[in-house]
T-cell receptor
Framework: AQSVTQLGSHVSVSEGALVLLRCNYS??????LFWYVQYPNQGLQLLLKYTTGATLVKGINGFEAEFKKSETSFHLTKPSAHMSDAAEYFC??????????FGAGTRLTVKP | DTAVSQTPKYLVTQMGNDKSIKCEQN?????MYWYKQDSKKFLKIMFS???????INETVPNRFSPKSPDKAHLNLHINSLELGDSAVYFCASRGVGDEQFFGPGTRLTVL
C-alpha cells in the first residue's frame, strides 16, 4: 500500500527566505506524487504533480518539487517566500488502485 | 464556472439528526470521492465511486451512506449524527493523471 510522510507539521520562514517542505513516500509501484495547498476555509488546490518523465516538476505560484527515487522523496521548494504562501500543504501519492493517500499536512507560516 | 461544488457550506445540527451533503462536478469525470478532514487537518478518504458504482469504502460507520444518482453527482447521507462526526467534508473528482479536484468543503458541526 502507498503512503506519504511529511516531516514537520509546522514550518516557519521569513518573507523572502527559501521554503522547503519535506515529503517521503512509500509505494509498491512507480508512484504518482502530488502537492496540494489549502488556504484557510477553502478546499485543496493542486500545486504540482509528478507522473513520469522529468523529475523536477514546476508548479503554480513559483513552487517546484523534485522526485528522487533513490531517496523516496518529493520535497517542495520555493526560492523566496511571500506572505500569501502561508497555508497548509499536503503531499499525496496515488497508487495501483488510483486512490490518493495524503500526508498529515505541513502548516507554513511566513513572518514579515 | 465552479468545477466541483458542494452544498451546504456550513451545517449545524443536533446529535441524533439525519443530514445530507450534496456534491456536483461539471468536469465530466467518472470517479468521485468523499473525504473527511478532522480538526488536526488530517484528510481521510471515506468513499470512492466510479460511474455510479462504489469502488472504495473505507472503515466508515454504516451511518454514512453515499448515493450517486449519476456520474456528475455524489451525495453523502449521515444518519444518527454523533459529536465525533463534526469535521469538514470534502468532495473531489478525479481527472487524467489521477489529479483530484476538490470542492470547497462542508463544515459539519454536531451539537
Amino acid at each position: 500500500a502507498q503512503s506519504v510522510t511529511q516531516l514537520g507539521s509546522h514550518v516557519s520562514v521569513s518573507e523572502g527566505a527559501l521554503v522547503l517542505l519535506r515529503c517521503n513516500y512509500s509505494s509498491s509501484v512507480p508512484p504518482y506524487l502530488f502537492w496540494y495547498v489549502q488556504y484557510p476555509n477553502q478546499g485543496l488546490q493542486l500545486l504540482l504533480k509528478y507522473t513520469t518523465g522529468a523529475t523536477l516538476v514546476k508548479g503554480i505560484n513559483g513552487f517546484e518539487a523534485e522526485f528522487k527515487k533513490s531517496e523516496t522523496s518529493f520535497h517542495l521548494t520555493k526560492p523566496s517566500a511571500h506572505m500569501s504562501d502561508a497555508a497548509e500543504y499536503f503531499c499525496a501519492v496515488s497508487g495501483p488502485a488510483r486512490d490518493m493517500r495524503f500526508g498529515a499536512g505541513t502548516r507554513l507560516t511566513v513572518k514579515p | 464556472d465552479t468545477a466541483v461544488s458542494q452544498t451546504p457550506k456550513y451545517l449545524v445540527t443536533q446529535m441524533g439528526n439525519d443530514k445530507s451533503i450534496k456534491c456536483e462536478q461539471n468536469l465530466g469525470h467518472d470517479t468521485m470521492y468523499w473525504y473527511k478532514q478532522d480538526s488536526k487537518k488530517f484528510l481521510k478518504i471515506m468513499f470512492s465511486y466510479n460511474n455510479k458504482e462504489l469502488i472504495i469504502n473505507e472503515t466508515v460507520p454504516n451511518r454514512f451512506s453515499p448515493k450517486s444518482p449519476d456520474k456528475a453527482h455524489l451525495n453523502l447521507h449521515i444518519n444518527s449524527l454523533e459529536l465525533g462526526d463534526s469535521a469538514v467534508y470534502f468532495c473531489a473528482s478525479r481527472g487524467v493523471g489521477d489529479e483530484q479536484f476538490f470542492g470547497p468543503g462542508t463544515r459539519l458541526t454536531v451539537l
